[in-house]
């Protein structure tokens, strides 16, 4: 497909539990970016990847959250010991390295 | 803090009314972007306005900028039920707001 993909859409789980969130950026971008959106709220700013550039990870909430780009294209967010308070929908987007961005649909998660 | 901020948080209007949407901002930018977000999908781009630019239109929607007051708005002419959606702002540091709720009433 031509445009960002995110799996999987919906994503149940247990507090305590470890969880990988995937992004297939659009083929050619070299900038990747995640955000969460939280019911009622905007989108904060995640973890962005620029080309071999070291990533911009200041908007991660706390060390549970990480995330990687591979070869400079799918990435994987990564939450480990899940809380309530992670229950959220995480985008992510693409671009060429400027405005504007690609979103995908999102995966939303829930934590029970 | 954030860069990008809406207003008014909500917006309700009649089918062919028009629907003025602000966004403010701190900083100065080398561009703002206008964002549409329906129900459960992800932003979709609508519209890229620099910071030489003063106004700009794309179809039904006409944005202008002010950066001595550092605002932007978002016009949508003719409104129609499926312009039903948020819209965000964000500048080119890629930060958003919280958006702002339109509804369109058949």
């Known amino acids: 497909g031509a445009g960002v993909s995110q799996s999987p859409s919906n994503k149940v789980t247990e507090k305590g539990k470890d969880v990988e969130l995937r992004c297939d950026p659009i083929s050619g971008h070299t900038a990747l970016y995640w955000y969460r959106q939280s019911l009622g709220q905007g989108l904060e700013f995640l973890i962005y990847f620029q080309g071999n550039s070291a990533p911009d990870k200041s908007g991660l909430p706390s060390d549970r959250f990480s995330a990687e780009r591979t070869g400079g294209s799918v990435s994987t967010l990564t939450i480990q010991r899940t809380q309530q308070e992670d229950s959220a929908v995480y985008l992510c987007a693409s671009s060429l390295g400027l405005p504007p961005l690609h979103f995908g649909n999102g995966t939303r998660l829930t934590v029970t | 803090s954030q860069q990008g901020e809406e207003d008014p948080q909500a917006l309700s209007i009649q089918e062919g009314e028009n629907a003025t949407m602000n966004c403010s901002y701190k900083?100065?930018?080398?561009?703002l972007q206008w964002y549409r977000q329906n129900s459960g999908r992800g932003l979709v781009h609508l519209i890229l306005i620099r910071s030489n630019e003063r106004e700009k239109h794309s179809g039904r929607l006409r944005v202008t900028l002010d950066t001595s007051k550092k605002s932007s708005s978002l016009l949508i002419t003719a409104s129609r039920a499926a312009d039903t959606a948020s819209y965000f702002c964000a500048t080119d540091e890629l930060t958003f707001g919280k958006g702002i709720t339109l509804s369109v009433r058949p």
């Open positions: 900083t100065s930018i080398n561009n």
